[in-house]
C-alpha cells in the first residue's frame, strides 16, 4: 500500500472509532461558546460537528501549505533560470575572449 493509501485507511479507521463513540453517548447536553448558547443538544452532534470542523481545518491547513510549496518551487525554478542565463552568458565571454587570445597567437606566428 502506498503512503496515501494508508491515510485514507486510517481516515476511515478513526471516522469509524468516532462515530461509535459518539452512537454510544446519546445523552443531551447544554453547550455556551462565546456569546452562543445551546442548551438539549444532542452529544452525537457535538462530537460529530467537532470532528467535521477539525477535519476541514487540517484539509485547509493541507491547502495552504501545498500553496506555499508550490510557491516556492516556482520561485527556485526562477533562480534556476536566471542563474544558467548568467552562465551561459559567461561562457560565451569567456569563449570570445579565448577564441580572441587564439587569433592573436596565430597572427604572430
Same mark, same amino acid.
Given at each position: 500500500?502506498? &503512503?496515501?493509501? !494508508?491515510?485514507?485507511? #486510517?481516515?476511515? @479507521?478513526? %471516522? +469509524?472509532? =468516532?462515530?461509535?463513540?459518539?452512537?454510544?453517548?446519546?445523552?443531551?447536553?447544554?453547550?455556551?461558546?462565546?456569546?452562543?448558547?445551546?442548551?438539549?443538544?444532542? &452529544?452525537?452532534? !457535538?462530537?460529530?460537528? #467537532?470532528t467535521? @470542523?477539525? %477535519? +476541514?481545518? =487540517?484539509?485547509?491547513?493541507?491547502?495552504?501549505?501545498?500553496?506555499?510549496?508550490?510557491?516556492?518551487?516556482?520561485?527556485?525554478?526562477?533562480?534556476?533560470?536566471?542563474?544558467?542565463?548568467?552562465?551561459?552568458?559567461?561562457?560565451?565571454?569567456?569563449?570570445?575572449?579565448?577564441?580572441?587570445?587564439?587569433?592573436?597567437?596565430?597572427s604572430?606566428?
Open positions: 500500500m502506498n &503512503k496515501a493509501q !494508508v491515510y485514507f485507511v #486510517s481516515a476511515l @479507521i478513526f %471516522a +469509524l472509532l =468516532v462515530t461509535v463513540f459518539a452512537l454510544q453517548n446519546p445523552e443531551s447536553i447544554g453547550i455556551n461558546f462565546l456569546v452562543w448558547r445551546f442548551q438539549e443538544i444532542s &452529544k452525537v452532534l !457535538v462530537i460529530l460537528a #467537532s467535521a @470542523i477539525g %477535519a +476541514l481545518v =487540517v484539509i485547509f491547513l493541507g491547502i495552504w501549505w501545498q500553496f506555499k510549496k508550490f510557491m516556492y518551487v516556482r520561485q527556485l525554478e526562477g533562480e534556476i533560470r536566471e542563474l544558467k542565463n548568467r552562465l551561459d552568458e559567461v561562457s560565451i565571454k569567456e569563449g570570445k575572449e579565448k577564441m580572441e587570445e587564439c587569433g592573436e597567437e596565430m604572430k606566428k
